[in-house]
């Protein structure tokens, strides 16, 4: 059976070096150098590093998502493939994802992003919190291979390492351009309800490296959690009780502890609150000590980390939230046919 011909769409406005390290892995794939292009959607010209190469100039006023919806338009794939600019991806990449398709009849399919191992301890930390449970909650799959091949949730599966039948993707509109960040886990959750077979596989996974911590990290789940907030406030049915913790133990601390003067059940939560979750921190530190890297540092930083990443998330989470509904925009149902 011939292989199916993929088109690989990548935004890309970093450095150039950045960009060709991910080129380069691109051009050495097993896969039939015939059955696959590279599709580039920039701001800026780029010199191509081969004929399989094709950019896409777009508006300095475009966003992730309309950048990848233009360069799908631009693309001769009956597999649409995306990634970030900055992942390496492995040599049997597309050979691998492809097989999903063929055989197990995948209409998407898509795996871990993995922080590089040689990288200097702000993006080692970085990385080990982003696979972790506790720090990230339902995330933790998207940055480490935590499960065997399953159907996949919307939230195991992030954009950085997806593939897509091109016919889905054009039946459900593509990217929404207004559901920035999480445009993907809005794309996902349709397809989700309408019953197309999503899959995760830890077998397709590459490379990209995490944000270091403390402040680039923060800012990253800053933004992410305001456009689940924004998602859940379109789309009420893609709420999971989870997506609220966070939000609920930063304020239910102030409030508290406002109280406890006046409450010895409002001081005894408190204190319950706190003790709780500092045995968790810890424990979540020792894990990550004893799994991953056996430095006494990480019981400085990843506790506090920790803590931040849910301050931040915490914060944007509400915000994306109240931003769309003091906007009077109406929710959107999620689509039952196409």
């Not at 995330?139 to 291979?145: G, N, V």
């Not at 894990?287 to 301050?311: A, C, D, Q, R, S």
Request: proline share 7%; glycine share 6%.
């Amino acid at each position: 059976m011939e292989k199916p011909f993929i088109s690989i769409i990548i935004p890309t406005w970093r450095k150039s070096q950045i960009l060709t390290h991910c080129l380069n892995s691109l051009l050495t794939q097993d896969y039939p150098k015939n059955r696959f292009e590279i599709v580039l959607v920039s701001k800026r010209k780029i010199n191509p590093l081969s004929k399989k190469i094709k950019t896409i100039l777009v508006e300095r006023n475009k966003n992730h998502a309309e950048a990848r919806n233009i360069g799908v338009n631009h693309a001769r794939g009956e597999i649409i493939a995306f990634c970030d600019d900055d992942c390496v991806l492995p040599q049997n990449w597309l050979a691998t994802a492809a097989d999903y398709f063929i055989n197990k009849k995948a209409d998407l399919i898509g795996g871990p992003v993995l922080p590089p191992q040689k990288t200097p301890f702000r993006y080692r930390v970085a990385g080990y919190l982003a696979g972790s449970r506790f720090t990230v909650g339902f995330a933790a799959p998207r940055h480490r291979s935590l499960f065997p091949e399953q159907q996949a949730n919307e939230f195991d599966l992030i954009l950085a390492n997806t593939f897509i039948k091109r016919g889905v993707f054009e039946k459900f509109g593509g990217f929404d351009k207004d559901q920035v960040p999480c445009e993907e886990n809005f794309l996902y959750a349709k397809l989700k309800n309408n019953g197309y077979n999503l899959l995760y596989s830890p077998t397709i996974a590459c490379t990209h490296p995490a944000k270091p911590i403390f402040l680039p990290w923060a800012k990253k789940i800053f933004f992410y959690a305001t456009g689940r907030g924004s998602m859940i406030a379109r789309a009420p049915e893609t709420f999971h009780p989870q997506y609220l913790v966070p939000s609920l133990f930063i304020f239910s601390l102030p409030v508290l502890a406002a109280l406890s003067p006046f409450s010895l059940l409002a001081f005894s939560y408190l204190i319950a609150i706190i003790l709780v979750y500092t045995i968790l921190n810890l424990g979540n530190a020792w894990y990550i000590f004893l799994k991953f890297e056996k430095n006494p540092l990480i019981f400085m930083v990843v506790p506090l980390g920790t803590f931040l990443i849910h301050l931040s998330y915490g914060f944007g989470f509400l915000k994306g939230f109240l931003h769309y509904l003091l906007g009077k925009r109406q929710a959107v149902k999620m689509p039952s046919k196409y």
